[in-house]
């Protein structure tokens, strides 16, 4: 939630004197106290009677609760402060902002484009429309990501850590140790009945906590760790701890009635069982330089941190670097630059075992508040930075991201779904992709060419890189070049063996061209189809009585009435869709059909060809060859991002060529594909 983000960054709050009303709001919230300073907000514009006041009360009241996380009551705010007139266009931003992040994509485009004419040269509307636009085109999956996480396009499958979460915000895991079985973690949560409300968060303040695998495998209650954490007046949290469990560095809120909450980052060392005590980590040594979020590189060289320092910041809160001096102080900070940093937030770094950076933002492109994305060093401060995607990332804030190692597997936390903003940790590993290609090989019933050319025929299987995507089409279907004989004798041994429930169908296209003509074609037929049936039906209703009208639409299902059922009917899937496409074109065609045309829609068992095989070569180095079984069937475990080429071949056949690509496939599929060959007649 964006309350943790500024209870580790901010200046902490001092206690409010008896004062109400608009000045006791506005001091709460220039002191960070954004749950209290709300309350004060809301209370004072509804009986505020001077509009311009009003309008700001508006605006500051949405802040408050964009800081809270809580979207849906800012985006009410800031309407009502843009319907006031207030005086800064930052509230069309913020407005449109949270507009996207609930899903009123055509809403959120209109206050874009009209900021956008106000302020052209703004990088961040152009990103917001650019995540407007990517959350729109996934947002069925996007708003229910809580529930269907484990179907989102990344392959990953992500749950909450309900061993360790409570009904406040938990946040900020690290792995602790080379075993991966401790875990410390930030937290909000009010337990003991002497914790009083954070007037930043409404929750309690930020503590460090423990939990760790029992001898039963079981994770145990999470417990606060032992001083000098978690002291009075102190909020404590985004740790990071070396793989040896001897060095944590964290950020810390040292109250002060005086001069509120200075952020400062720490490191503190593990001895003889008993932590040292914190020692500030200063770049440079400079002692204004505000540092949060610490993080280091696996041999403990470079430190990662966040901070405001407005000298070559990008805007917002930039992502820096300083590396250790031989007396191991830290040299001065580095902006790590526009690749990594933007003018919104970059905030919470983590670093893989390999060297790769991790980190949040909310001025890149994505598809919520803060998204998860990862940064690869190329050398000479540039880095390739690419967002996690779905279902790592939500509508939601998604940060403090730790790995197991090198494997696909780990923790992070996230706001999804919460009406209040507070955050879950969620677990998230990637299962094991198994890819299986089936092949069988028939006879088309066709000659070669009369020359006795045996040139292989050539075609594509393009199996879907998406984990979500349903198959578009059948995955045999021979090329350009065969007659409507043979795509309804292909469909019809595709009918007998449909994929298996877990299976994506690959798309099956010699050119883009061809399929658009095959699916164009498809499209008339069936409206022709429909235009006849209903004249014919328009006719008959005509010449019968109004009683017999009724027991006709009793006992019939007329074309409309079938085309109003499906529109309300489940969505079917690629191959339903295919079948009912050709069953309305055939219907045409049957009308009017010579006996040849008929003969020629006429449907035909697969028959296998004799002897057949394949030859299997990879771009990974595969070489094989399997010979087919007495059905024409063979099956191969593929791998993943290869190109390969198929020649599927028997004697007295002519080859046919096929190619698949696994590149971009993230889950287990079955790429199933059917090769009819030629009878060579020489």
Known sequence: MRSVLFLLLSAAALSLTSCGGYEAAQKAYNLGEYNKAAELFDAAQKSEKVSGRRAEECFLLGECYRHLGVVSKSAVAYQRALRLKYDDDIVMLRLADAYRAIGKFDEARDVYNAYYERHKTDRRVNVGRASASLAEEVWPELSNIKVTAENADSGYVVKPFREVNSKYSDFCPVYVGEGFDVVYFS???????????????????????????????????????????????????????????????????????????????????????????????????????????????????????????????????????????????????????????????????????????????????????????????????????????????????????????????????????????????????????????????????????ADGNTKPKNRILRPSPSATAKAEASSAVDDARQDDFMAALEAETLKKSDPAPDAVAPVVADSPESSSAKQGAAKSASKTAVKKQSAKSSSATKKQGAATTKKSAANQKTPSATAKKTTTAKQPDAYSAQKKTATAASTVKKSNATPSNKAATKKRKFVPAPDAYVRIVGSDGTNVKIPADANGKISFVAEKDVRYVILSAAPGYANMRTEVSTEGINRSQTIRMTSLLDKVDL
């Open 187 to 449: 937290s909000l949560r009010m337990e003991k009945k002497k914790r009083r409300a954070n007037k930043i968060t409404g929750q309690g303040g930020s503590t460090i906590y423990m939990s760790k695998v029992d001898g039963r495998g079981k994770w145990t209650v999470p417990q606060p760790l032992e001083e000098p954490f978690g002291g009075k007046g102190n909020d404590d949290g985004a740790a990071f701890v070396s793989a040896d469990g001897r060095t944590m560095l964290f950020t810390r809120c040292p109250m002060n009635n005086q001069d509120g909450c200075p952020v400062h980052a720490y490191e503190i060392k593990r001895e003889g069982g008993r932590w040292s005590e914190p020692v500030r980590i200063m770049p440079g040594a400079d002692s204004t330089f505000m540092v949060a979020h610490p993080t280091l590189s696996p041999d403990g060289q470079v430190l990662y941190f966040v901070s405001d320092y407005e000298q070559g910041s990008f805007g917002g809160l930039d992502v820096w670097k300083s590396l250790r001096n031989v007396d191991g102080s830290w040299g001065p900070a580095q902006n790590l630059g526009p690749m990594v940093n933007t003018a919104g937030n970059e905030v919470f770094p983590s670093v893989r075992q390999d060297g790769t950076l991790y980190f949040s933002s909310d001025g890149h492109k994505g598809f919520g508040g803060l998204d998860l994305f990862k940064a690869v060093d190329e050398g000479d401060g540039r880095y390739h930075v690419s967002n996690l995607g779905l279902p790592i990332n939500s509508a939601g804030d998604d940060f403090g991201i730790t790995f197991v190692g090198l494997a696909e597997e780990g923790l992070f936390s996230s706001n999804r779904g919460n009406s209040k903003g507070y955050d879950d940790i969620y677990s998230f590993y990637l299962p094991p992709v198994i890819l299986t290609i089936e092949a069988r090989i028939g006879q088309s019933g066709k000659k070669a060419f």
